[in-house]
């Protein structure tokens, strides 16, 4: 495509929920992952600031560099502690070098988070998965459940948060499935196939022994230092771990409080799982998907959103 | 100030000149320098793309953090090698985690480029410099030539380019001073005080030789591994080396050539010789700026920019 004609596109959160479905971003994300041969990605680079931190993540994907500007900010000056998410993204074209596109970035974020959850249970939980559990009913989780639906067959969605109320408004949303709210941890996972971890906690709270022994775990929010979700008992147990990104994983994800020489059971990358490995075939064994989250999801995101839109003003 | 209360401003680079002098920026960056300490700048992330490189750029200053996003590319599809430059500066208030402003980024650079040699010059020059010499006359070089006339009271401006009409052109914008444009780079440099370098040289083409022994020299141009504008005789032989940034410097700076630990002249920061040093003493001594460029300065600038353009909002 000539990027030469186009002036600079600015798109807003609603711009990009309308451009962008969860479902259809499992497809993009999953098309990234099974080869990042012609990927780079540096570490992502923190900036401590009173109340919290900011984030800057470049990458190039293919003929697309862009960066992700983020900042997550807790906001203690009302009665209720609030966290403030900000997020930018911008991409340029490699081939001309020019701009292409500046987004905001909240709604990528939690679009693409989610399409790597549903990436990861595609190739890892049960095929004849029913029950998904979700612990933490944020601004995230909505998006966590439609990737899970679009890629099993689930009939029961069960969820659990400190503030009930907030787990029914969630509920609400899911229409046509059978949906429950939980009163404790324990019953919101125990008969669940698929587990997906949402909260900030930085204390593991999810214990082994009150899984399903095929059951597979998406951890989805420890992404950074001192943040953990699952209790020491799970990472001794699980038959493989699956991490996004190595690095980024043994710095900010669940495995930063491991080492992979002290455990019996199989490491890998979701890019090799996507690839190569073929483990939906082992449905007798647990799987855990360690997500910290990546700039190159939101580079080859950001991309297919752009070239979507042009696409679409091309034919209209 | 309340930043809770503004939207977020988008400032076009031709904003950004009206908003912001060359000689006003010198000010930015001169009070910046003074204390460093309550400042993060991680390295500048390279990544590179066929035909040049992306640069990350984020940084906190004091209640700011912010980034520059840029691209350096080289367009070969013409029939004259152009160096096309791109960038974006972001900034956002700590204090409230908000995004205040997006700015082009190519006009920020140039102005605080420029503000950080007057900064050197001012401290490091003599105070009778008379005689500016400036070699390579690309966009760079005007805002450059500003920021030396705005610290020294210089009656001629020496110039050489290799395409000697864009050094005519240079000099046009200049009545009032005597301005030479010269037929070789020993012809423009051998009487001058003050010896800018603003090239994309790979090659050490000045000379030792060539200078007046009380010589000032800014080296700008190389801001990148593999850039080289002095040739190893400058290096052998200058009594000080002051750097923007050390490690920045030693990686992309004229200084990734050589050890401190192997030279014999003194080398010290540009903070420490705006805080602490009085180098202006010195004026029998000759001086060499090292400047890569730090992430600060776009941040430092691009606050004091929006709080510029915020409080003239008010009072109007």
């Known amino acids: 495509m000539d990027t030469t004609t186009h002036p600079v596109k600015y798109l807003t959160n609603d ?7 969860v479902p259809e971003c499992v497809g ?5 992952f099974k080869d990042l041969s012609n990927t780079q ?24 560099a862009g960066i992700k500007w983020c900042g997550v900010h807790l906001d203690e000056t009302g009665h209720r502690r609030k966290v403030n998410i900000f997020a930018k993204v ?30 990861a249970t595609k190739y890892l939980s049960r095929l004849d998965s029913k029950i998904a559990a979700f612990i933490g009913c944020g601004n995230q989780t909505k998006y966590q459940i439609e990737a899970i639906l679009s890629v099993r067959d689930i009939k029961t969605i069960k969820l659990y948060d400190l ?10 949303n899911f229409e046509g499935y059978e949906t429950i709210v939980c009163e404790t941890l324990e019953d919101c996972v125990v008969d669940a196939d698929i587990v997906t971890t949402l909260t900030p906690s930085r204390n593991g709270y999810l ?18 230092e001192g943040k953990q979700e699952l209790d020491g008992s799970v990472l001794d147990n699980v038959d493989w771990v699956i991490y996004d990104n190595y690095e980024q994983c043994s710095h900010s994800g669940e495995i930063q409080y491991v080492k992979y020489k ?8 979701l890019e090799n799982v996507v690839s190569k490995l073929n483990l939906k075939q082992g449905w007798i064994q647990d799987t855990l998907f ?27």
């Not at 292409?100 to 974020?109: F, P, Q, R, V």
């Not at 002290?262 to 990358?269: A, F, G, I, P, V």
């Not at 080859?300 to 209209?316: D, F, H, M, P, V």
Request: charged share 25%; hydrophobic share 40%; aromatic share 6%.
């Open 15 to 21: 711009e990009v929920c309308n451009i962008l479905s």
């Open 262 to 269: 002290d455990k019996k059971q199989e490491w890998n990358s």
């Open 90 to 119: 911008l991409i340029n074209d490699t081939v001309s070098g020019k701009l292409l596109a500046i987004m905001d970035g909240e709604s990528i974020t939690s679009i693409r988070t989610a399409a790597v959850t549903g990436v």
């Open 290 to 316: 360690d997500a910290t989250g990546l700039a190159i999801e939101d580079v080859a995101t950001g991309r297919y959103i752009y070239e979507k839109l042009i696409r679409s003003e091309q034919s209209s």
């Open 207 to 224: 214990k082994y022994e009150w899984l399903l022994p095929t059951v597979h775990i998406n951890a989805v929010g420890a992404d950074a």
């Open 41 to 64: 990605m540096p570490p992502k680079i923190y900036l401590d600031i009173p109340n919290g931190d900011f984030r800057a993540m470049p990458a190039v994907v293919g003929s697309t």
């Open 28 to 32: 993009v994300v999953e098309e990234l």
């Open 163 to 172: 503030h009930s109320e907030i787990a029914e408004k969630m509920a609400a």
